[in-house]
Nanobody, 130 residues
Framework: QVQLVESGGGSVQSGGSLRLSCIAS????????MSWFRQAPGKEREGVAS???????VYADSVKGRFTISRDNAKNTVWLQMNNLKQEDTALYSC????????????????????????WGQGTQVNVSS
């Protein structure tokens, strides 16, 4: 089992920034791919960004140029730096871990579907106001 714990959410005005963190309890083959997903009220969960253990990244079109995903393998930690936040970024942000070896292929157009991830965190809420 791998436990994922997110932190860093909060309330911010449009144009502001937040940095989310996700700490994994241990490193396994199932933490090769780490991703952030988000779910807004009344909407389906959507992938935001992924990073693999080799540092390759992929982003959803809606956050390209504004969000940056990164990780420190030695610390079992993944971050999501969110800049120029918009009201539509308001959601519960969750960290996910999976073993897909090609998860950060930009040809996918964004993070892989939810079923590719074995472990999930509880999430951290991000609220962006005007």
């Amino acid at each position: 089992q791998v436990q994922l714990v997110e932190s860093g959410g909060g309330s911010v005005q449009s144009g502001g920034s937040l940095r989310l963190s996700c700490i994994a309890s241990r490193s396994t083959h199932d933490t090769y791919c780490m991703s952030w997903f988000r779910q807004a009220p009344g909407k389906e969960r959507e992938g935001v960004a992924s990073v693999d253990s080799d540092g390759r990244t992929v982003y959803a079109d809606s956050v390209k140029g504004r969000f940056t995903i990164s990780r420190d393998n030695a610390k079992n930690t993944v971050w999501l730096q969110m800049n120029n936040l918009k009201q539509e970024d308001t959601a519960l942000y969750s960290c996910a871990a999976g073993g897909h070896r090609d998860c950060a292929n930009t040809g996918w157009g964004g993070p892989l579907p939810q079923y590719e991830y074995r472990f999930w965190g509880q999430g951290t809420q991000v609220n962006v106001s005007s």
